[in-house]
Structures are given as C-alpha cells and as structure tokens.
C-alpha cells in the first residue's frame, strides 16, 4: 500500500519541471498563440523524447503504456508550465486507437511526438485543428479521420485554437472506446488545470509578498491571506483525487477528480487576478497564460456539472 | 503508487466489520448530550472496550491493539459506515491520550488510559476561558503551588462534555512567563466532582448542555496530575497538536457514511435535480479528505513530521461537514426543520466545526504564514 508517487515516479516529474523550466514556456506559448509553431514543435518534440506520450500508447506501438498516474504527473507539470499545443487530445487519442486493429498504425507517431493529435465530438471545436497532424472525429457511426479543418477562431485562452473539423473521411473505427478515451481525456485535463492552479498561486504568493501597499505588504494583509489559503486548501484537496483517479481510471473517480480540480484552479484564477490588481488584467503580463487557461480547461471534456452528473452515476 | 490496502489489513477490515454488525445497537442511541444519552454511550463504550475495539491504535497494555494509524482510519471507515454510535470519549482519546503517551509518566498512563478506553472516566477538555479563545496563551486560570501539588482558580468555559463528564485537562498560568504568555503555563488534569470545582452547564444552539463553565475555587490538584514540567504546558499540548492529530481529530469514516447516506436519502427523494451538484460534492470531498489523509498518514509513517498542513484538514473537514448536513436539510425540505432527527442533530454539531479547535480564520493563517510564507502581520 502507498499512497502517493513513488521516488522514480517523483523523479519523473521533477525532471519535467526542470526542464520545462529551462525552455521558456511563455514566450513559446505567446507564438503558438499567433499560429507561429516552430518553438512549440520542438518543445513538443522534447516532451515527447522524456516520454510523456508514449506513456499514453501501449508498449507493442512503441510505447511505454499505459501508464495513468505518470500520465497525470507529467500534465501537472505541463499545466504549471502553460506548455501550449493539443496535450490532452494527443493522450486521448491514443487512448481511443489502442485496440482499434489497422488504425494503430498512427499509435507509433504519437507516442515518438512525431505528430500531434486533435479530437472532437462531431460539430464541436477541437483544439490546434490547423496544427495537428491526425485529426480525429467522434461521430454517430464511428470515429472519422478528417480530411481538414475549417478557420480558426480564437479561444479565451489564446493559445488553444479552435477549430471545426471538417465532416467525411475515412472511417477508422466503427465503435471506439468513447469512454474511455473520455476519461484519459478528463484525467489529463483535471492534472492540468491543478498544475495551472498551483502555478497561479505560486506566482500570487510571490507577488503579493513583494508588492507593498500601506506601508507593508499586500500579503501580510489577512483578507489576502484568507484567499490564498482557501487557494492551497481547493489544490491540496484536488491533488490526491486526481492521482487516485490515475490508478482506479473509473469514470466517476476521473470525473471527481476533473470536477475538484478544475474548481480549484479556477478558484485559484480568480484570486490571483484580484491580488495581482490591474497588471494582472493585462495580457502582456504573462500571469493570463494561466488565468485564460483555468477558465478554458474548467468546461474541456465536460463541465464541473457534467463531471458531478458522472459522479452520481457511478454510485451504486 | 496504488490504493490497495494489504491482505492484513483488509482481514483486519472484514474483522471489525463483521464485529460492528453483531454489536452496533438496531436503534440509535439517544443524544450523548444528555444525561441518559451520556450514559447509554458510556455503555456502549464499555462494550467496545471489551472485545478491544475502543482504542484500537493505542498500546495493547492500555487496552488498544497496537495496529497502527492505517488500520485505525479503516476501523473508523467500518464503525461509521456501520451506523455506530458518536464517541463519547473522543476528546480524550484524541487530545489527552496522544499527549500522556508522549509525555506523560509510565504512573499516568496506566492509571488514565485503561479507564478512559473503556468508558469509566470520561474526559472533558478544559482550554477556553471568556478571554482566551483561539488566542489560547491569553488564559488566566492560575495554579499556585501548595504542598504535594497545586491550587487551581479561575474559569474555563466551552469546555466540552464537561455537563457529564468526570474528568477535565487544560493549560493554567504557573507563572509570570517572563513576558512571553506562552511560558509559565502547566499541563494539568483535574476532577470535576472535586471539592471547589463548580461545572455550570450551557446549552448549545439546540438547547442540549454540550458544554459547560468551569469555576474553580483554590481546587486541589497532586503533583501526579501535572503533565510534564509544570511552567512547559504550552510545548507540550502543542506538540501533540499539529502532528498526530492533524489526522485523528477527523477521520474520513464519518464523512465518507455522512456522504453516502446523504446520497441515499437524494435518491429516495427522487434524485432531485436542485440539489444535484451539492450531493456530488459531498461524495467528491469525502474521498477527496480521504484520499488526502492516507497520504498524509503514508508520510507520517514514513518519519514525516507534519505541522501546519493540519489546519488544512481542520478548514476542508469542518466546511465539508456543514455542506454535506446543509444539503441533507434542503433535500429534506420542511421537514428538515424538524429538530431530533439525525441529519437535524449532525447539522448543529457541524455548525461548531469552523469554531472549535482553532477557528478556520486562524487555520487559513497559519497556512497563509506557514505553508505559504506569507508576511504575519495585522490580523486586523
């Protein structure tokens, strides 16, 4: 019995977050979002190169896989580096071809990061369409390989850009696993969004230990504190519900745990947006890479209510 | 990492699971906060204490079975999700046990703590006084030396169980504490039938005597009922504060049956679509406090020591609480007005939550202070 990440697994993450560190994320993430993809491709290919897509693809399609709770340790680190580019999609795309007889045959690219994928119900936007080599799409007789995509519309969160696919194509699978493919998809989006939930906090504390108002700093003021904690209490609380989902991978521990966590963060958006004041309305100030984001992942594969739906469902 | 508990450990689960179904009473017992109540808890108890059941984390020689922290959480799992009885001893045996087991002399503990497990001296605890609440190093109770102990004066109130119960511990000032009101406190246990001591019952919100005033009067204490160094009171009842307790003050047993007897009673009103999200949320903060504390319990065992990441647990339990019992009311609609139910009784022992051990506004500072690192300052 153990209940949190083992030291290999602590490891794993640890090097992540080094280095992503290193690769300033910011300003790759700021490119992206105007459709200029260079830097983001070759972080992708370096995301990709510490394993964190093969983990998503079985070892017999040159993968690592599958392993959830690495899955979900490494998007922590990518929600608290606002690493841009369609993460969770790639992991539930992989999810839903595994088992899927000729169409695994895409399964090897993405585990190696050699093409990035892109997933949508049929009519609904899926994310970087126009940067994703496999573009998937769910619809009522199976899953569909489409043959582009339709223009981009922005997002509230800049660097996921929206697009319809378009319909047609070749059909890949006639009955795909949608569940759970819906459920690596919520997993990696719930470890996401508590990774950008602890980035935002860690970037208030700093802010509002420095920044003095009064004579004394904001944060020594107990209104900020107050807010702050309820911030850290939201996040602590979510953390285990998302890496116990990894390991059960129910639908209604997953939907629990992206309930939890994307309340958390968004918690923690709205909190660090008032503590940072004005500057952090701005979008030059790179604290929006993450504020956007909290509020973009809180509706991703199913909102906070549609999660809480799938929790009352999954009880006997 | 995984969430499978071992073989041992289930057997040991199965164990008291089936014990609890041949001995949990078919009907509840009566509120503990009255005397017949008390009694009947009292009894029960006894009756857990028995077959071993009472303590089961404690020292066998004290009447436990040694089992550690993990087979204590899953005991409480099965003796809440089992309907059982509140415990009526439960501030001794999560405030003053972990202390006198750190703390106290081989004479204290097994004079206290085989008659607390099984129920014949029940503790009240003795911290708050009308100007001492969550700044608890304000007290003015004094203890004065007197020949073979000390004189207890002054007053405590809030003191809980303290209508029924037999016994009480608190902090008294010993000393002038050289300017610092931590120092020159004592650690101190005390009778509450003895000569001096005058227990003045106070109802809570719902009228029961939860708690009572204590008045003092040059009360005799014998050294042997000193915890510690007399004038070392404050480390030492702090000391057992943060670290076990942060876990056994709550275990996630009560709130994981609370919240699936709340799901049960939704589905019985027909699933009602107002109240949806509120029930889920109960069910995801049940797992969420319980998946948290195995954590923190596999940290703790593994040589952590855990400090103010305690007050995050008392915040998130204490709100859970009330949420979960408010839900269960509005769910009950008009009927939820109706007092002696049992969702009525849980909601008003979940309103003092936030209050008591620490209100949730001096949780959320210690966080801010000490796990954020945030300024102290102005609590203004």
Redesign the interface.
């Known amino acids: ?6 030291a290999e ?1 602590r490891a794993f993450a640890q090097s992540l977050d080094t280095m992503l560190g290193k690769a300033g994320t910011p300003a790759v993430a700021r490119d992206w979002s105007r459709g200029e993809r260079t830097g983001g491709r070759a972080l992708w290919a370096r995301i990709a190169e510490a394993g964190v897509f093969a983990l998503a693809v079985p070892q017999a399609h040159g993968g690592l896989g599958p392993r959830p ?1 690495e899955v979900a340790l490494a998007f922590v680190e990518l929600g608290r580096h606002a690493v841009p580019g369609p993460l969770v999609e790639t992991v539930a795309a992989a999810a839903l071809l595994t088992g899927a007889g000729p169409a695994e045959r895409f399964l090897a690219d993405l585990a190696s990061g050699g093409s990035m994928a892109t997933l949508a119900v049929e009519g609904a936007y899926a994310v970087d369409g126009d940067a994703a080599a496999l573009r998937l799409v769910l619809g009522a007789d199976g899953l569909r390989l489409s043959p582009g995509h339709g223009p981009v519309r922005s997002s509230l969160d800049p660097a996921r850009r929206l697009t319809r696919l378009l319909p047609g194509g070749q059909l890949l699978v006639p009955r795909p696993p949608v569940e759970r493919a819906l459920s690596w998809a919520r997993l990696a989006t719930a470890a996401q969004a508590l990774g950008v939930g602890l980035a935002l ?1 860690e970037r208030t ?1 700093a802010y ?2 420095q920044r003095v108002q009064f004579g ?2 904001v ?4 209104a ?3 807010r ?3 911030a ?2 939201a996040l ?6 998302v ?2 989902a990894a ?2 991978m129910s639908a209604a ?1 997953v939907a ?1 745990a992206k ?2 966590a994307c309340e958390a963060a968004y918690t923690t958006a709205r909190a660090a947006l008032q503590l940072h004041g004005a500057i952090g309305y701005t979008a030059e100030y790179d604290l929006s890479l993450w504020l956007t984001k909290a509020r973009a992942l809180r509706t991703a594969w199913g909102s ?2 549609d999660c ?2 799938e ?2 469902r999954g ?1 006997p | ?6 073989p041992a ?1 289930e057997a040991f689960r199965a164990e008291a699971r089936a014990w609890l179904h041949a001995h949990v009473p078919a009907a509840a017992l009566p509120s503990l906060e009255t005397a017949e109540g008390f009694a009947a808890h009292r009894a029960w108890e006894a009756e857990l204490a028995a077959d071993g059941w009472s303590v089961v984390n404690w020292p066998a020689r004290f009447g436990g079975r040694d089992c550690g922290l ?1 087979r204590w959480l899953l005991f409480e799992e099965e003796y809440y999700a089992a309907g059982a009885p509140g415990r009526v001893g439960q501030n001794g045996v999560s405030l003053l046990a972990p202390t006198l087991l750190e703390h106290g002399t081989e004479e204290q503990r097994a004079r206290v703590l085989p008659a607390m497990a099984r129920g014949e001296v029940v503790w009240a605890q003795a911290w708050s006084e009308p100007e001492a609440g969550s700044d608890l190093a304000s007290l003015r109770a004094r203890a004065v030396r007197a020949d073979g102990g000390w004189r207890l004066s002054g007053s405590k109130t809030w003191s809980s169980r303290a209508a029924f119960a037999d016994r009480a511990f608190g902090l008294f000032r010993s000393g002038p504490g050289t300017g610092r009101p931590h120092q020159g406190l004592t650690y101190v246990m005390f009778d509450l039938r003895a000569p001096g001591v005058t227990v003045r019952p106070v109802g809570r919100l719902d009228g029961k005597p939860a708690f009572a005033e204590l008045f003092l009067d040059e009360v005799f204490v014998p050294d042997e009922d000193v915890i510690g160094e007399p004038g070392g009171g404050w480390r030492i009842a702090m000391s057992t504060a943060a670290d076990e307790r942060g876990l056994t003050l709550r275990s996630p047993g009560r709130f994981l049956a609370a919240a699936d007897r709340l ?1 049960a009673l939704w589905r019985e009103r027909g ?1 009602p679509q107002a109240t ?2 509120r ?3 109960a ?3 049940a ?3 319980q ?2 504390t ?2 923190t ?3 703790f065992l593994a040589g952590e020591r855990l400090g103010a990441e305690s007050s ?1 647990n008392k ?2 339990w204490s709100e859970l609480d009330i949420a979960l019992h408010e839900t269960a009311l509005d769910v009950l609609g008009a009927e939820g007005e109706a007092v002696g139910t049992e969702w009525a009784q849980g909601y008003v022992f979940a309103l003092a939550g936030p209050i008591y051990a620490g209100t949730n ?1 001096i ?3 210690i ?3 000490r ?10």
């Open positions: 019995m153990c209940f949190l990440p083992d697994q709770v906090l504390v509002v230990g004394v700093p944060g020594s003021f107990q900020v504190k107050h702050l904690a309820d850290r209490i602590e609380f979510a953390r285990p519900l890496l116990g390991v059960t521990d629990a309930a939890a906070p209510d809480r739906a929790v009352l009880r | 990492m995984d969430l499978a508990h071992s450990d993990m799901h699933s949806a999200s029930v889920a949320d069910l995801i903060g797992r969420a406090y998946l948290f195995y954590a319990a596999s940290r995050l915040v998130f506004e949780q959320r500072d966080v801010a202070e796990l954020l690192g945030l300024p102290r300052g102005r609590r203004g």
